[in-house]
């Protein structure tokens, strides 16, 4: 498949496939610049399990990382990668179509 921007430029889109959890820092910053919902905050419980927040279960909750929330919606444009300073994402081509 061949894509391009606006004026025929060829483009890549690199998209969003994977958030490593041990790597996320949870600031939120591609959850802000991503407005897609591609991403959500999720907690980490003492056994280690992805776990949505919840107020009454905030003491169980380890740490706050990104999770992946709506793959399908990423467009591929890099923005969240641009501005994630723990480097815990992993970008690349669509593999549906690989």
Same mark, same amino acid.
């Given at each position: $498949?061949?894509?391009?921007?606006?004026?025929?430029?060829?483009?890549?889109?690199? &998209?969003?496939?994977?958030?490593?959890?041990? =790597?996320?820092?949870?600031?939120?910053?591609? &959850? =802000?610049?991503?407005?897609?919902?591609? #991403?959500?905050? =999720?907690?980490? +419980?003492?056994?280690?399990?992805?776990? #949505?927040? %919840?107020? %009454?279960?905030?003491?169980?909750?380890? =740490?706050?990382? #990104?999770? $992946? +929330?709506?793959?399908? !919606?990423?467009?591929?444009?890099? !923005?969240? !990668?641009?501005?994630?300073?723990?480097?815990?994402?992993?970008?690349?081509?669509?593999?549906?179509?690989?």
């Amino acid at each position: $498949m061949s894509n391009e921007t606006r004026d025929g430029r060829a483009w890549q889109p690199d &998209y969003l496939l994977d958030i490593d959890r041990n =790597k996320c820092i949870g600031c939120g910053r591609c &959850y =802000k610049v991503c407005g897609r919902d591609v #991403m959500i905050l =999720k907690g980490i +419980n003492e056994e280690g399990d992805l776990v #949505m927040l %919840d107020d %009454d279960e905030d003491d169980e909750i380890e =740490k706050k990382v #990104m999770a $992946m +929330n709506d793959s399908g !919606a990423c467009i591929g444009c890099g !923005a969240c !990668a641009r501005v994630c300073p723990a480097s815990c994402q992993t970008h690349g081509p669509d593999r549906a179509a690989a």
